[in-house]
Nanobody, 120 residues
Framework: QLQLVESGGGLVQPGGSLRLSCTHSRFTLDAYDIGWFRQAPGKEREGVSCIHTTSGSTNYADSVKGRFTISIDNAKNTVYLQMNSLKPEDTAVYYC?????????????WGKGTPVTVSS
């Protein structure tokens, strides 16, 4: 069983930055990729970014390209999402999930989420 725990959310002003962390319970992720997703009130969940843990290649939603960066620290069993130039429309609960970056709907393991609010 793979467990994921998100942290780092909070309240930030527009233009500010936050770094989210996703810590997993296994020594290695093996074949699991890690993705970040978000769900705003009244909206469907959307994929934000994903990292292929074997190759290190990354994917980003168009809405966050150039502002968000996903990275992995295997020594700390943690995947990060650095979020810069935050906008009010980035407000959402952010989740990390493990599975395949090629199949967002097939992500098999999910964290409980961390809320991000961008507001002045």
């Amino acid at each position: 069983q793979l467990q994921l725990v998100e942290s780092g959310g909070g309240l930030v002003q527009p233009g500010g930055s936050l770094r989210l962390s996703c810590t997993h319970s296994r020594f290695t992720l093996d074949a699991y990729d890690i993705g970040w997703f978000r769900q705003a009130p009244g909206k469907e969940r959307e994929g934000v970014s994903c990292i292929h843990t074997t190759s290190g290649s990354t994917n980003y939603a168009d809405s966050v390209k150039g502002r968000f960066t996903i990275s992995i620290d295997n020594a700390k069993n943690t995947v990060y999402l650095q979020m810069n130039s935050l906008k009010p429309e980035d407000t959402a609960v952010y989740y990390c999930a493990a599975g395949s970056c090629w199949d967002y709907d097939g992500m098999g393991y999910w964290g409980k989420g961390t809320p991000v609010t961008v507001s002045s």
